[in-house]
């Protein structure tokens, strides 16, 4: 049972689920669900994320998994050409309140949630992306968001030496179907 991130394409939920393919708008997305209703206890529901024009959340074992629509750019258009309602970037979060194990989060065959945040980003500098160091708590490459697990650690006290900052996992992974740290200039 693992969700797959799927950069370029979408995300690949656990069977029976269906695969979510970037660029289906908000009917063509709940349509998708519609048949699975038995295998997301809590359903697909309409959830509020700012900027988008719709966003909808479902929880699978140990996460949430929220999926937006693009949100207008300067022109009325949606990303990249895209329309505006068009569904561009997925949300993949622990859930703390859940007792169950979390399903695996795959990238590229590395499971961003299920070891330390230094180690994930070793493992897929080794497959051949071209990540920062995740100092600070997050990584932002591209299409992809990695976020830390729990609170950032306070800064040390005036006067005292700094403290080796102690490993941490990622809680939060967003892909998106467009690079939008890219400036849009239209």
């Known amino acids: 049972m693992t969700i797959d991130l799927l950069p370029g394409r979408g995300l690949r939920l656990p069977a029976p689920l269906p695969e979510v393919p970037f660029g289906l708008d ?11 209703a038995d295998a997301l206890p809590g359903g697909v529901r309409d959830t509020f994320v700012c900027g988008p024009i719709w966003s909808l959340h ?32 997925a949300y993949v979060s622990r859930n703390p309140h859940d007792d169950r194990p979390p399903c695996p ?21 080794a497959g051949g992306l071209a990540l920062p160091d995740p100092s600070g708590g997050s990584v932002r490459h591209g299409v992809l968001d990695l976020y830390r697990e ?21 809680g939060t992974v967003a892909l998106s179907a467009v690079d939008r740290t890219v400036p849009d200039t239209r």
């Open 150 to 170: 729990g609170p950032a650690p306070r800064p040390p006290a005036p006067g005292r030496k700094p403290r080796r900052e102690p490993p941490f996992a990622f």
């Open 26 to 36: 908000r009917a063509e997305v709940l349509r998708l669900f519609a048949p699975h």
């Open 105 to 125: 989060v795959g990238l590229y065959g590395v499971d961003v949630f299920g070891w330390p945040a230094h180690e994930v980003v070793e493992a897929l500098r």
């Open 58 to 89: 479902f929880t699978l074992p140990g996460l949430g998994v929220t999926l937006c629509a693009a949100g207008p750019a300067r022109d009325g258009s949606g990303w990249a050409g895209e329309p505006e309602d068009a569904f561009q970037t």
